[in-house]
């Protein structure tokens, strides 16, 4: 079985500033990992995804992720963040390869504001 | 081109009664996921559809949940003797078929609301 963590609920910040979200997972075995963001009354967009390679992955929206596999954590960032940025942010895995066909299992979701 | 839609965006009913809720994929993806979503929960996976056939239904919570794919494309998922419980809003996502050890990005609808009085 797979489980993933977001451990806050809600993330205030302000125009410009930096941001980070933070998302631990747990798996017994390889795992993909995705940042999805869902914007009010709009359904679930990929914002960047790990599968392989490179530890840091860069997304869309300017955020990018660092899969760290001995901390078993995939941590969202942004440099500076915007107004537009102000939605909730999902972490999620899926196995890497065997029989699980892509079925993703999603934290609990992380609503970021950004006030001007 | 269109992305996956979802029909109705809002569905209200009174506990005990039957719904239906639609998704219409991508055109041309054979991977089909429903998940469910309850207020300040992430989603869960309810079931996986590769064609016609229900791949995997283990997410399902019981048997009053039931979906199908007759043509391969649009699915219903339906739920029968409806709960107060059952109250979530109801996500489809479509991608490509995907095979072992690779990957697929699934394209998610807006979703639809059900509330359950």
């Known amino acids: 079985a797979q489980s993933v963590t977001q451990l806050d609920s809600q993330v205030p910040v302000f125009e410009e500033a930096p941001v980070e979200l933070r998302c631990n997972y747990s798996s017994s075995v390889s795992v993909y990992l995705f940042w999805y963001v869902q914007y009010p009354n709009q359904g679930l967009q990929l914002l960047l995804k790990y599968l392989s390679g490179s530890t840091l992955v860069k997304g869309i929206n300017g955020f990018e992720a660092e899969f760290n596999k001995s901390q078993t954590s995939f941590h969202l960032r942004k440099p500076s963040v915007h107004i537009s940025d102000t939605a909730e942010y999902f972490c999620?895995?899926?196995?890497?390869?065997?029989?699980?066909?892509?079925?993703?299992?999603f934290g609990q979701g992380t609503i970021l504001t950004v006030h001007p | 081109g269109a992305g996956v839609s979802q029909t109705p965006s809002n569905k209200v009913t009174e506990k005990g009664k039957y719904v239906e809720l639609r998704c219409d994929p991508i055109s041309g993806h054979t991977a089909l996921y429903w998940y469910r979503q309850s207020l300040g929960q992430g989603p869960e996976f309810l079931i996986y559809f590769q064609g016609t056939g229900a791949a995997d239904d283990s997410g399902l919570p019981n048997d009053r949940f039931f979906a199908v794919r007759p043509e391969g494309s649009v699915s219903t998922l339906k739920i029968q003797r409806t709960e107060r419980g059952d109250s979530a809003v109801y996500l489809c996502a479509s991608s490509s078929a995907p095979a072992p050890s690779s990957y697929n990005e699934q394209f998610f609808g807006p979703g639809t609301r059900l509330t359950v009085l």
């Open positions: 999620a895995v899926s196995n890497a390869g065997g029989t699980s066909y892509g079925k993703l299992t």
